[in-house]
């Protein structure tokens, strides 16, 4: 929290606070008219009902932990699920902006953070529980933890974003590309050490994933195909 209140960083959490309070007074009229939000908390029931660690399926299996864990906190179904989502949305603009300041525009970056707290697509998939808020927020931590490393040649900033991005990789399989992407970015810096640190934290869902499929059903791509 200090890092937000130096060098007028305030700003970010004083918008990230009003974003979150807005949010919380429209969440009593909000609806889930969404069917795949809808199957998706039932899901995250059954998943409260019986934790167990996944080893196969066709979505992948880190959304269902997170309101699964979050249903056994509050077991409201109705309210919980978008309480999380509301805060993995408003989170993502604490990294989107340190990113978007650091790799692109120091002044501008408060304004793009505001575009994007106030985007329609964003605003409105906040109040439901799909995958794509929470992707969304790990990727955004992704590429910021992945900047900081860069900049300031740091091996544990390059495994967190490593980390941060394989559990993107269990929310949504678009991760998977992302990291082939930033894969790729690494090896053309010609950082050796950090190619090896981001490749051995990054890939470990997907090879899991694929392996546990394949043991499972003798197909790797089982969960890809079924999608």
Same mark, same amino acid.
């Given at each position: 929290?200090?890092?937000?209140?130096?060098?007028?960083?305030?700003?970010?959490?004083?918008?990230?606070?009003?974003?979150?309070?807005?949010?919380?007074?429209?969440?009593?009229?909000?609806?889930?008219?969404?069917?795949?939000?809808?199957?998706?908390?039932?899901?995250?029931?059954?998943?409260?009902?019986?934790?167990?660690?996944?080893? %196969? &399926?066709?979505?992948?299996?880190?959304?269902? =932990? !997170?309101?699964?864990? +979050? #249903? *056994? $906190?509050?077991?409201?179904?109705?309210?919980?699920?978008?309480?999380?989502?509301?805060?993995?949305?408003?989170?993502?603009?604490?990294?989107?902006?340190?990113?978007?300041?650091?790799?692109?525009?120091?002044?501008?970056?408060?304004?793009?953070?505001?575009?994007?707290?106030?985007?329609?697509?964003?605003?409105?998939?906040?109040?439901?529980?799909?995958?794509?808020?929470?992707?969304?927020?790990?990727?955004?931590?992704?590429?910021?933890?992945?900047? %900081? &490393?860069?900049?300031?040649?740091?091996?544990? =900033? !390059?495994?967190?974003? +490593? #980390? *941060? $991005?394989?559990?993107?990789?269990?929310?949504?399989?678009?991760?998977?590309?992302?990291?082939?992407?930033?894969?790729?970015?690494?090896?053309?810096?010609?950082?050796?050490?950090?190619?090896?640190?981001?490749?051995?934290?990054?890939?470990?869902?997907?090879?899991?994933?694929?392996?546990?499929?394949?043991?499972?059903?003798?197909?790797?791509?089982?969960?890809?195909?079924?999608?």
């Amino acid at each position: 929290m200090s890092e937000l209140f130096k060098n007028n960083h305030s700003k970010i959490f004083w918008l990230v606070i009003a974003t979150l309070l807005l949010k919380l007074i429209l969440l009593p009229f909000a609806q889930t008219v969404n069917a795949d939000a809808v199957s998706r908390i039932y899901a995250s029931i059954g998943w409260m009902e019986n934790p167990i660690w996944s080893t %196969k &399926g066709v979505w992948a299996p880190f959304h269902f =932990y !997170i309101h699964g864990i +979050g #249903l *056994t $906190i509050w077991n409201n179904p109705i309210y919980m699920p978008k309480i999380i989502t509301i805060l993995f949305s408003v989170s993502t603009l604490i990294p989107f902006y340190f990113f978007t300041k650091r790799e692109f525009n120091k002044e501008g970056a408060l304004v793009a953070t505001s575009f994007l707290a106030i985007s329609p697509i964003l605003f409105h998939n906040s109040f439901l529980a799909l995958s794509e808020t929470p992707y969304l927020f790990f990727l955004t931590l992704t590429l910021n933890l992945l900047s %900081k &490393g860069l900049r300031e040649n740091s091996a544990l =900033y !390059i495994l967190l974003s +490593g #980390l *941060t $991005i394989t559990i993107a990789s269990g929310i949504r399989y678009e991760a998977w590309i992302i990291i082939a992407i930033l894969v790729l970015v690494i090896f053309l810096l010609k950082r050796w050490k950090f190619f090896f640190l981001f490749n051995i934290t990054a890939l470990s869902f997907p090879f899991y994933w694929l392996l546990s499929n394949w043991l499972e059903t003798g197909d790797p791509l089982y969960s890809i195909q079924g999608t």
